[in-house]
């Protein structure tokens, strides 16, 4: 069918995601353990797609490269003029060199300061302008893509795609690229320039490197464990939230609320339970990770303090040597969180690029005819269909309406009707046989042009948060405000919509949730009509419709019908007797066709149908 749920936008909760990290969770700050962090499955083929991206902006990337390494060679040279101002000035107590040497430092830290400026600024324009490309092909290829694909989608997680992977993708390449440049730069530079100091200190401060290792490795593990359990305790708090929402009407029809904030209330305990022992494990780290590195530099302090007894050393490069380790740790845990960060990054990237690879519709065939005004001649000939292979939906279905008639579709309750209508509009193609309009198979005209012979108006009629006028103008983007009234006056809907706060121009809620079922129907065939189409598909509505806007929808509908062909999955008994033939459909066959009398002097599938639904109970509404 067409998928109502296709239609509806889904409730974007963020959807349950193992392995994401949350924000304000597990931090990034020095020592501290992000939480769990999603891995890409193909990093290389990520990166491949991802440069596609980012090749547009090589020279910049050059650009911001070259400053990467002069910002981080001069924030190397620091730590040495500290020394250097202690030994060769403040010992020797010459204030000009030390004022000298302090101005210096002001102009290279100053000059830092101004690289490291620049190096974001561009940064920052490449990420926003990457993902500004990224967001309008995923949003294109979406536009692209058969109802298939998303049929077999959840609504939230393509949103969280669109939205949360975006977001990741964009903080990755604004701050990692240039943070993990700027580390391994540092890291490598600093190394050199404690080797070139005094290798015997170098040697003492990295013996408590593998010891921080040992310890972030032992407390990493356990944290990351908690952060899963409660990044899935939170994922099942949000179903429940979503459901509550988006079901509120069933809560509180079957006065159902209390349970609901009692069974909230125990997940949401059950959330602070895990997520307390998860930033406690996490807070663990940062005061260790403290301890170790004052005791390296206690130890370097002391071994140094020695050499300088022995004066093997000078107090100067003792000086710069601390400020040098105090460089050394923080690359390190610099690059771990970078790491995390790039890594949510790259498979957020990922699935992104997955829905970019997905199949777009078939293209039309090269000989595809773009005929704008047809009879109306419709048929199915030996037409068979599923959904999957193995379960065929529609067997062998033939029939033929000729220009202008009315066709009632009718059957029990996934009997195969609304597929019908999917293999028309060829959201589907058919497995085999053909529909042809015109004599033409629908397969030989293109997609565009087939969907604008149709025309639909669904049960549930989905509206766009716009005014009234948008909504109609949906149908024939060109029409002035008066056939858009035209349309409407035609439809019947023009008096309700007088009354509309601020008529025509009234702004209706997400899914015009704010009218009535009826009234939203009224829009849409006034939409119908403004798009004209030469062959209608109506599925009349069986509830939810109050009588006399039924009666203007009614009649609003066979305004839309005159002088067209018209296929009515049809719950009326008037749109029934009225139909010129109708069909009648039961597991995916067409058991019997007919007009209404012919088929009830059969006394078969129909006449029990109709003698269990109309005659006794003179109900409106075709339905089993
Ligand atoms: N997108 C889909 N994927 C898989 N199976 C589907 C899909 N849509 C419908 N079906 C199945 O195909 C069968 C026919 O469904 P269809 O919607 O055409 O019935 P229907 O006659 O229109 O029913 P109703 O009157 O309740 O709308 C059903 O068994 C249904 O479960």
Redesign the pocket.
């Known amino acids: 069918?067409i998928?109502p749920r296709a239609s509806k936008p889904g409730f974007y909760s963020g959807p349950r995601q193992p392995g994401r990290p949350m924000s304000g969770m597990g931090g990034h700050g020095p020592h501290q353990i992000p939480g769990p962090v999603s891995k890409p499955k193909d990093t290389r083929k990520t990166i491949k797609q991802l440069w596609i991206y980012l090749k547009d902006h090589r020279v910049t990337l050059i650009f911001i490269f070259i400053s990467v390494v002069i910002s981080s060679l001069l924030n190397l040279i620091g730590p040495y003029l500290i020394g250097k101002a202690i030994d060769d000035f403040i010992i020797p107590g010459d204030f000009i060199g030390l004022m000298r040497i302090a101005l210096m430092m002001v102009s290279i830290y100053a000059l830092v300061s101004l690289f490291t400026y620049i190096q974001n600024r561009l940064m920052i324009q490449i990420a926003q302008k990457t993902v500004f490309n990224l967001r309008k092909n995923l949003f294109s290829r979406l536009q692209h893509l058969p109802?298939?694909f998303f049929?077999n989608h959840l609504h939230g997680d393509l949103m969280s795609r669109l939205t949360n992977d975006i977001d990741l993708i964009s903080n990755a390449l604004s701050s990692s690229i240039v943070q993990v440049f700027t580390s391994i730069i540092s890291l490598i530079g600093t190394v050199i320039m404690m080797l070139w100091l005094s290798p015997t200190l170098t040697m003492v401060s990295v013996t408590v490197v593998p010891l921080m290792f040992l310890f972030t490795r032992m407390i990493a593990s356990r944290t990351r464990e908690s952060f899963l359990q409660q990044q899935s305790q939170l994922g099942d708090l949000n179903g429940l939230i979503e459901e509550n929402i988006s079901g509120q009407k069933v809560v509180k029809i079957f006065n159902r609320e209390s349970q609901e904030i009692d069974e909230f209330e125990k997940q949401n305990s059950a959330l602070r339970g895990i997520a307390i022992r998860a930033q406690i494990y996490s807070g663990i780290l940062p005061p260790l990770m403290n301890l170790l590195n004052n005791f390296g530099f206690a130890v370097v302090a002391g071994v140094g303090g020695y050499m300088a007894i022995r004066q093997t050393i000078t107090i100067g490069i003792i000086a710069s040597f601390i400020t040098y380790s105090r460089h050394f740790a923080r690359p390190l845990n610099e690059l771990a969180n970078q790491f995390n960060l790039i890594q949510s990054g790259l498979s957020s990237a990922e699935r992104v690029f997955e829905v970019m690879d997905e199949p777009p519709e078939m293209a039309d065939l090269p000989n595809a005819a773009g005929t704008e005004a047809v009879r109306g001649e419709v048929e199915f000939s030996k037409v068979s269909f599923g959904?999957?292979p193995e379960?065929p939906?529609l067997k062998n279905i033939n029939f033929h309406i000729f220009p202008g008639q009315t066709v009632a579709i009718v059957?029990?309750?996934?009997?195969?009707?609304?597929?019908?209508?999917?293999l028309l509009t060829r959201f589907y193609d058919v497995d085999s046989g053909t529909i042809l309009i015109d004599g033409i198979d629908i397969r030989n005209i293109k997609r565009s042009t087939l969907r604008s012979l149709l025309g639909i108006v669904l049960q549930d009629t989905y509206l766009f948060a716009e005014s009234v006028r948008d909504n109609i103008r949906y149908g024939y983007l060109e029409a002035s405000d008066e056939e858009i009234e035209n349309v409407a006056r035609l439809a019947n809907a023009e008096q309700f919509i007088r009354h509309l706060p601020n008529g025509y121009d009234t702004i209706l809620t997400e899914d015009g949730s704010d009218l009535s079922q009826g009234q939203r129907q009224l829009i849409a065939i006034s939409r119908v009509l403004l798009a004209n189409p030469s062959i209608l598909i109506l599925?009349e509505a069986t509830s939810n419709i109050d009588t006399r806007t039924e009666k203007y929808v009614q009649k609003a509908m066979l305004n839309l019908m005159k002088g067209r062909t018209s296929l009515v999955?049809a719950h009326r008994l008037s749109t029934i007797r009225n139909a010129d033939s109708i069909l009648v459909?039961n597991k995916?066959e067409i058991v019997e066709q007919g007009n209404h009398q012919q088929l009830l002097d059969k006394k078969g599938f129909y006449y029990d149908l109709y003698m269990s639904q109309f005659n006794s109970k003179s109900i409106q509404n075709l339905?089993i």
């Open positions: 069918m998928d109802i298939k049929d959904y999957k379960e939906v059957g029990p309750t996934g009997a195969g009707k609304t597929t019908m209508v999917n599925d999955i459909i995916g339905e």
